[in-house]
């Protein structure tokens, strides 16, 4: 991998492309995804091999719950597959899985195999590698906000106090910085409800290759683009 000069300390990526990719090799969606599933495992390994310390993956969102339900079953089912092989690697990896999202809309059996393997990797201290599951970022917003009035409500805050650092600390992303780079596959050039609240100064890359296609070198691409990004946040 070639030398970059600033490696971002957190990558989002809207995972985007399993469908097309599986539509283009005549195969059912479901394969798609789980090619996706592959190269989540390499995009990770590449996080940590270019010592990232927050990669955070759209894999879910609360409009995807929209699709056909055999999609929607497939796709749990391919989660909770995907953790329980997937732990021992991540052990052995040094890496720590989070997640964020309304997590208990996942099936019951989803949601135990996902904190267990929340619960097994707490104390790596590698990258951090956060699942987006369920998750709208609209919701997390109203969500925040619902947990702000709770503070008050309860005395523990004035809202006289409320401010961008104080909301901040009341989302699903509260222990994470913002994202340095996301990046989109498959070539749409939209957010689709994800982050919005924390990729105001985020650096967008969006690359026409589908999920499945992107590789350790797609990453580095990526990665040394943002390295020539100049970042002013409003100033000169
Ligand atoms: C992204 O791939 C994976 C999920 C949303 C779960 P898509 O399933 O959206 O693939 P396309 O966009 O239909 O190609
Ligand atoms: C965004 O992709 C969600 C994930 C990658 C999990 P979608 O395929 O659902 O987004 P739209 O529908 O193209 O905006
Ligand atoms: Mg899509």
Not at 43 to 71: H, I, M, Q
Request: net charge positive.
């Amino acid at each position: 991998m070639s030398a970059t000069k600033t490696v971002p300390r957190h990558i989002a990526i809207i995972m985007d492309g399993n469908g097309r990719w599986a539509k283009q090799r005549g195969l059912p969606r479901i394969k798609g995804h789980e090619e996706g599933a592959k190269a989540v495992r390499e995009c990770t390994e590449g996080c940590g091999e270019l010592k990232v310390d927050f990669l955070t993956l759209y894999a879910f969102s609360a409009e995807n719950w929209r699709r056909p339900k055999a999609e929607v079953f497939a796709l749990m089912r391919l989660l909770e597959k995907f953790l329980k092989e997937k732990t021992p690697e991540l052990l052995e990896k040094n890496v720590r899985l989070q997640a964020i999202g309304r997590l208990t809309d996942l099936p019951g059996s989803a949601q135990k195999q996902l904190h267990r393997s929340i619960e097994a990797t707490a104390k790596n201290d590698g990258l951090t590698l956060i699942l987006a599951l369920s998750y709208g970022g609209r919701d997390e917003i109203i969500d925040g906000i619902k947990s702000l009035l709770r503070a008050v409500e309860l005395g523990h805050i004035d809202k006289a106090m409320i401010d961008v650092e104080m909301f901040s600390k009341h989302l699903y992303t509260r222990y994470y910085p913002d994202p340095d780079l996301l990046i989109r596959t498959s070539g749409e050039m939209r957010l689709s409800n994800f982050l919005l609240w924390q990729t105001s100064y985020t650096e967008l890359y969006v690359t026409p290759k589908l999920w499945p296609d992107f590789k350790k070198k797609d990453l580095a691409e990526a990665v040394e683009e943002f390295g020539r990004r100049q970042r002013r946040y409003g100033g000169v």
